[in-house]
């Protein structure tokens, strides 16, 4: 590995994100920055930061031929690429505002943070991405000028043509050659709106700063060591900050490689051809992992399941021996074998390089924490919202546990608050909320505390554990408060459940709305003989019986609150496209109790016991 302190940028010679980027071209110009899967070619290829450093210049020149002045917000609606980086790049060297949208939003949400940003020209996929929005970008949209296409789609292109506005990015694309423009930017200065997802009510557009992410990202850069020779696979999407300064400003200040995964149906694919060292994910993904793990386990014999358990705790002893919290015990000397037999044909599947994985965005399990950290898996756990760009706390590779968040990042400081909410404040903590003043001052107060929302508690080493959400907190009518989030995640680590939403408030009992998964539910369904085809099966006492039993089963280690007497079941997951998740797949909690508002007002009128009608157990 090269010298990792040489290697790394620092934020203080930059002042701001284009003069990060034009240091990393003059130091490793040669360099590979970014891999990515050319469909023609049916192969992997790569760009260096010189080559990357053309194209910044090509478009930075459209951009200023479009009379695009500092301060102008710009858009973007792209999937993880090249071009991404071009654009970002290009707009960020002139002190334009990048507002990134994600492509699976829906098209009226995409059209507000357009309205609501002023935004003037817009980056999208294809003339497929234009025709959905189209219809929702209307005069009330004035200030929006031009709309870039990257590519020409299979279908007829009349549309390109349609609207004056919309032009191909490869006519638009300046021909010219250059340098870079030496501007000496401010690092207090906006560089990016990013629109929250909005679980409650329209997004609102956080305001940070070119110092809020280069600071965030060398706080990251300096726990977590990153190297040259390092490979991340990206796959989160861009437009979440989470990605975007962990997978993106990160690996540019250490001067790592980035490859762009194809898809997450193709991303098993993708790990074993690219083996990559570094991966950033939600905890979705290990879950599904987890999930697959188990149903397969399900299908091996006896001795198979046995030697797959002894390995997870053995190996877990080995990581608790090795962070110092457990005694050295002769059964660790069986480590090296069934490292070879079982772990390593799991991490294997995950590339086989994978130096060190890091999960954020939402609570990861400790289950699923302890299996990937039993098989060898050095998984970090950590914690941020978009407000603080993102990164508030992240476990270290040398102090990592798994059931917190870990301690602050350098230069962050938090304290516990009223209802024991957790405070930050950070060098990352945004400027504040679009057009949004009274937003703002509810967030941050007079002392420069930004509130979370969370409840959390500081163990003695200095260790965040978030306990629970203030505004998801549920109050049975008997007075007691039920966190659901750790309920919810522990439900959905059955294979059975892919969606899962506890509810309760104010009612004497906790019941839970289940999406059951597609995969797993014909197989569940003729085990309990009812017709998985028929949703009428949903409705039959021996489904919701045997529902209930394994919820029951997954949560047995809970308090005892933690009971679910009633469900309702569905089939049909929830998807930011009908309006039951956020793109950063974060239950809308509101919006499913209104999709579901018949059910839980049966439920609760007939009891905890009554008998199963259609949809509800």
């Not at 004035?142 to 296409?149: A, F, G, V």
């Not at 540019?252 to 098993?268: E, F």
């Amino acid at each position: 590995m090269t010298d990792w302190h040489k290697d790394v940028i620092h934020p203080a010679g930059v002042r701001t994100l284009a003069g990060l980027f034009r240091e990393r071209v003059r130091r490793t110009p040669d360099a590979c920055a970014y891999m990515s899967f050319e469909r023609d070619a049916k192969a992997w290829s790569g760009v260096t930061w010189s080559e990357v450093a053309r194209e910044v210049v090509r478009w930075q020149a459209a951009l200023r031929r479009d009379g695009l002045e500092a301060g102008d917000r710009v858009g973007i609606a792209l999937r993880n690429s090249r071009e991404w980086v071009y654009f970002d790049q290009a707009a960020l060297g002139l002190g334009l505002v990048v507002v990134p949208c994600y492509t699976d939003d829906r098209p009226d949400n995409v059209a507000y943070i357009l309205k609501d940003a002023g935004v003037k020209l817009l980056l999208l996929a294809d003339p497929g991405a234009w025709r959905r929005l189209a219809p929702f970008v209307t005069e009330q949209h004035p200030e929006l000028k031009r709309i870039l296409l990257l590519g020409r789609g299979r279908g007829p292109s009349e549309e390109l043509s349609a609207d004056a506005r919309v032009s191909p990015v490869s006519e638009w694309l300046s021909t010219e050659a250059g340098e870079f423009p030496e501007r000496q930017g401010d690092p207090d200065s906006l560089a990016s709106i990013v629109y929250t997802s909005g679980t409650t009510g329209r997004p609102k557009g956080v305001m940070l700063s070119h110092g809020n992410m280069l600071s965030i990202a060398h706080a990251a850069a300096s726990i977590v060591h990153i190297y040259r020779e390092d490979v991340l696979l990206s796959f989160l999407p861009l437009s979440h900050t989470l990605e975007r300064t962990g997978g993106y400003y990160l690996p540019m200040m250490t001067g790592a490689t980035v490859a762009y995964a194809r898809s997450i149906p193709q991303l098993a694919e993708d790990l074993q051809t690219v083996r990559p060292t570094l991966l950033i994910a939600v905890p979705r993904i290990f879950e599904r992992v987890y999930g697959r793990i188990y149903q397969q386990l399900h299908k091996q014999s006896r001795l198979a399941r046995w030697m797959f358990e002894t390995a997870v705790d053995i190996g877990w002893q080995r990581f608790e021996h090795q962070q110092g919290r457990a005694a050295w015990h002769p059964k660790l000397l069986a480590w090296p074998m069934l490292e070879r037999l079982v772990a390593a044909k799991i991490t294997d599947k995950l590339g086989g390089r994978l130096r060190i994985a890091v999960s954020g965005g939402a609570a990861l399990g400790t289950p699923v924490a302890r299996l990937f950290i039993g098989l060898g898996l050095t998984l970090l756990q950590g914690y941020g919202m978009t407000e603080t760009s993102p990164v508030i706390s992240v476990n270290r590779p040398h102090e990592n546990d798994p059931a917190s968040v870990g301690p602050p990042l350098p230069g962050v400081e938090v304290r516990i608050g009223a209802d024991q909410e957790l405070l930050v404040k950070s060098p990352g903590a945004m400027l504040g909320y679009w057009k949004d003043p009274e937003a703002t001052a509810a967030v941050i107060d007079e002392q420069g505390w930004l509130h979370t929302g969370d409840q959390a508690r500081i163990d003695e080493k200095g260790r965040i554990h978030i306990t629970g959400r203030i505004k998801d907190i549920l109050v049975l009518s008997n007075g007691e408060k039920v966190p659901p989030g750790d309920m919810e995640g522990t439900i959905t680590l059955d294979a059975l459940v892919d969606q899962a939403m506890v509810i309760g408030e104010g009612h004497p009992f906790l019941s839970a709305i289940l999406v059951l998964s597609p995969e797993a539910w014909p197989a569940f369904a003729r085990e309990q003989g009812v017709d998985p085809d028929d949703t009428a099966s949903l409705e039959d006492p021996r489904v919701s019986s045997a529902v209930l039993a394994r919820v029951s089963a997954q949560l047995k280690d809970f308090p005892g609150y933690a009971k679910i007497r009633r469900a309702i079941l569905e089939l049909e997951p929830w998807s930011a496209d009908n309006g039951l998740l956020t793109p950063t797949l974060k239950v809308k909690r509101s919006q499913v109790m209104d999709h579901y508002a018949v059910g839980v007002e049966r439920i609760y009128a007939e009891g905890p016991t009554a008998p199963a009608r259609r949809r509800v157990a």
